[in-house]
């Protein structure tokens, strides 16, 4: 069975060409990361993305990024301590 080539929670690269990109944000989009406009009616738009050149984005797949569907890093970050549970 090959290796993961990715770790589970980590982010996911995307090869985009350059130009604009419609993401999705929802998680409803039958194509993948690119949104086909299943998001309409639930209040979410999708994130748009414009590429002067083609690059390489990395997506996020622990759902804990700033700057969702983009990785912002929030992976690695220690988990936070629940509101209900402030000392201790
Ligand atoms: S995968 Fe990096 S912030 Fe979610």
């Known amino acids: 069975m090959p290796e993961p080539t990715t770790p589970?929670?980590?982010?996911?690269?995307?090869?985009?060409?350059?130009?604009?990109?419609?993401?999705c944000s929802c998680d409803r989009s039958h194509h993948g990361w690119l949104c086909d406009g299943a998001h309409l009616g639930?209040?979410?738009?999708?994130?748009?993305?414009?590429?002067?050149?083609?690059?390489?984005?990395?997506?996020?797949?622990?759902?804990?990024?700033?700057?969702?569907?983009?990785c912002d890093g929030s992976h690695g970050a220690p988990a936070r301590r629940p509101w209900w549970k402030p000392w201790g």
């Open 42 to 70: 639930t209040g979410r738009v999708s994130y748009e993305l414009r590429l002067s050149e083609p690059a390489t984005v990395q997506m996020c797949r622990c759902s804990r990024s700033h700057r969702y569907p983009l």
């Open 8 to 23: 589970a929670h980590g982010p996911e690269p995307l090869e985009l060409s350059a130009g604009v990109h419609q993401l």
